[in-house]
Every structure is written in C-alpha cells, then in structure tokens.
T-cell receptor, first 110, second 112 residues
Framework: SQQGEEDPQALSIQEGENATMNCSYK?????LQWYRQNSGRGLVHLIL?????REKHSGRLRVTLDTSKKSSSLLITASRAADTASYFC??????????FGAGTTVTVRA | DAGVTQSPTHLIKTRGQQVTLRCSPK?????VSWYQQALGQGPQFIFQ???????QRGNFPDRFSGHQFPNYSSELNVNALLLGDSALYLC???????????FGPGTRLTVL
C-alpha cells in the first residue's frame, strides 16, 4: 500500500509557466521528499523537508508542508522542457522505509 | 564520482524461474535499499541492507531475498517468479541509513 497520493495525476503546461502538484499522506511523518523520474528510469532526489519545517526552496523549486493537513505541495517555477517527468512524493516515519505515492506526470509544451 | 549502478538493464524470465539483480552503491555509501515499481505506480519498498544485514523489510513475501557484501554492493533474489513480479526494480543507496537516497537506473524485469 502507498502512503502518499499525488494530485493531479497528470499536468500539461506551457514552457515558462509554473507547475504545482500536491501530495497528501495518511500517517505522521519524519520527513517528506520529492523525487523526479524521467521515462521510467531511476529517480532523482529533488528536495527533503523535515516535519518541523513549513517551506523550503531549491533553485526553481518551492516545497511547502502542512503537517496539520498531512499535505505538501511542490511548485516548479518558469518550467522548461527538461522538467517533463513524473514527480513523486515520499515519506518516512523514522523507520527508514520510504513510502511513495503514485506520482504526477508533468508535460511541458514548447 | 560513480553513481549507483545496476545490472542487468533488462531481463526476461519465465514463471517459476529465479532471478538475481545486482547493485553497486554510490561511492562512499554503505546502505542499500531495494524498491519494486510496477508500471504506472510509485516505487514500493522491498528491504534495506546496512552492515551486511537486512534492517527493514516491506510487505513482500519470502520469495524476495537479498544480500549485502563487504564492499557494500547488494543483490536482490526473487524465487518462483510470478507474472506479477514484472516491474522495474530500483536500487537506492545512502550513507549510514540517511533518509535522502540516491537511485540507480533500475532493472526492467519481464516475467512471461
């Protein structure tokens, strides 16, 4: 079973626009991470936010975490064609098992 | 700096057979985790190896087993293959069981 659930399942945007995707989870967490996956290959770590943090930035990425609502959002600003990928949130509950959602597929149109 | 490597890239087996997948962690990493990713789904945690011992296990049957060697590389073994075992198998490494993990490109297993 998967802890996280991303929304929307798919997103299509124009190059230069912002992309926002959300992740909801069910149980208390220690950390929440976002990963990117291109064409069904390996995952690339994007950002980790701890349960006591509310917002984090990394380049064009902004992640928020609301533990009271058990949800997180990932914002990609000024999207590029290279941002076309599937994005997954992953949570852990102090037990080193990463639990992933089913992902959001983002397509950036030129 | 070598990243996580996995072999083979693709594999085709028939039901009932056994398979071994291999993983070399990123240089300097000592912890290896394995995940199964079915088509259209997120990765599912299989188990984690640290100091040559299985430390955590997900909801996978005993047909799935593993091993970690003194050089930190790891193997995933699956016995009595089922059609449902067809998936992308991902290996991830970290340092001292850190939560941030570095993934390899995966092995695509097809069971016919």
């Amino acid at each position: 079973s998967q802890q996280g659930e991303e929304d929307p399942q798919a997103l299509s945007i124009q190059e230069g626009e912002n992309a926002t995707m959300n992740c909801s989870y069910k149980t208390s967490i220690n950390n929440l991470q976002w990963y990117r996956q291109n064409s069904g290959r390996g995952l690339v770590h994007l950002i980790l936010i701890r349960s006591n943090e509310r917002e984090k930035h990394s380049g064009r990425l902004r992640v928020t975490l609301d533990t009271s609502k058990k949800s997180s959002s990932l914002l990609i600003t000024a999207s590029r064609a290279a941002d076309t990928a599937s994005y997954f949130c992953a949570t852990d509950a102090y037990d080193y098992k990463l639990s992933f959602g089913a992902g959001t597929t983002v397509t950036v149109r030129a | 700096d070598a990243g996580v490597t996995q072999s083979p890239t693709h594999l085709i087996k028939t039901r009932g057979q056994q398979v071994t997948l291999r993983c070399s962690p990123k240089s300097g990493h000592d912890t290896v985790s394995w995940y199964q990713q079915a088509l259209g789904q997120g990765p599912q945690f299989i188990f984690q190896y640290y100091e040559e011992e299985e430390r955590q296990r997900g909801n996978f049957p005993d047909r799935f087993s593993g091993h970690q060697f003194p050089n930190y590389s790891s193997e995933l073994n699956v016995n009595a293959l089922l059609l449902g075992d067809s998936a992308l198998y991902l290996c991830a490494s970290s340092l001292r069981r850190a939560f941030e993990q570095f993934f390899g490109p995966g092995t695509r297993l097809t069971v016919l």
